[in-house]
Structures are given as structure tokens and as C-alpha cells.
């Protein structure tokens, strides 16, 4: 009869012990996974992006307005944690611009009665994007942030 030891035991070396793929970590790879595009072949046209349309460069321009505007609006955050999120935010803009904008224009349109409403309505909004989507806390916490510490007057 042998005795099996600890040293003689490998569970790495049986078969499916760590066969999960690790997920890729390395900054270069997740930028060119980002720009990589799907093409059709066959019959069919080719189908690729060729990068940024105008309407995509019109609506970074608008977004950049408009958070410039927000940004220069009062808050209650003191100067150091605001300076931290407005590099935040003007670094790392999301790749769901639509959505972005419509969270501004909301906060720029809303009037003195409305703004507190709208205030907590945006904030709500943020906060359920963020419980639903992986990824995006980069640029939703510092907008989070700054729209809950805007001091609207009354």
C-alpha cells in the first residue's frame, strides 16, 4: 500500500483545474479592443467605422459646453475634492454621450422652482445608471457628486 503525501498531490495538474481564461488587464489591449470594428464579408458591402461622424463631434462640443457651464456653477464641495472631480469628469468623458448630454440639458433647462426637483431627479438618475452598469463609476461618481453639492438659490 502507498501512502500519498501532500507533495506527491498536485490538483493542478487534473484536468478543467484553472481552465478560465483571465480576464485581459492590460491597458493597450482593452484601447485596441475599443477601436477594433466588425466587417461583413461576402456579397455584402463592407461594413467598418471610420471613426468620430460630425454629429458625434457636435455632440462632444455641446457636452463639453455644457459641462464647462455646469462645473461653473456654485457648489458646497470644498475646493480641493472639487478640483479632483472636475479633472475626473473633464478626462474621462463616457463613451454613452446621449445620455451624458441628456443629464446636462436637464440641469441647464430646469428653472428656480424646478431645479431642486430636477437636482434630485439627474442625481437618481446617476445613481441607478451606476447600479446597472459596470465601468462607469470613472466619470458617474465625480457628475454624482457635483450635481448633489450644486447650491441652487432659492
Request: proline share 8%; charged share 15%.
Given at each position: 500500500m502507498t501512502v500519498v503525501t501532500s507533495a506527491q498531490t498536485?490538483?493542478?495538474n487534473q484536468p478543467g483545474y484553472n481552465d478560465c481564461l483571465l480576464p485581459p488587464t492590460n491597458a493597450s489591449f482593452l484601447a485596441s479592443a475599443a477601436k477594433s470594428s466588425a466587417t461583413i464579408t461576402g456579397d455584402s458591402k463592407t461594413a467598418a467605422?471610420?471613426?468620430s461622424t460630425e454629429s458625434e463631434v457636435d455632440l462632444k462640443d455641446l457636452i463639453d459646453a455644457q459641462l464647462v457651464k455646469l462645473l461653473t456653477m456654485p457648489t458646497s464641495?470644498?475646493?480641493r475634492e472639487f478640483t479632483h472631480y472636475k479633472a475626473k469628469l473633464t478626462t474621462n468623458l463616457?463613451?454613452?454621450l446621449h445620455l451624458v448630454q441628456a443629464w446636462l440639458s436637464a440641469l441647464d433647462e430646469?428653472?428656480?422652482e424646478s431645479a431642486k426637483e430636477k437636482q434630485q431627479e439627474v442625481r437618481q438618475?446617476?445613481?441607478d445608471?451606476?447600479?446597472h452598469h459596470n465601468g462607469v463609476s470613472?466619470?458617474?461618481l465625480p457628475l454624482r457628486k457635483v450635481v448633489e453639492s450644486l447650491v441652487i438659490s432659492e
Open positions: 498536485s490538483y493542478q467605422s471610420d471613426g464641495l470644498p475646493d463616457p463613451r454613452d430646469s428653472t428656480n438618475q446617476v445613481i445608471y451606476m447600479l470613472i466619470w458617474a
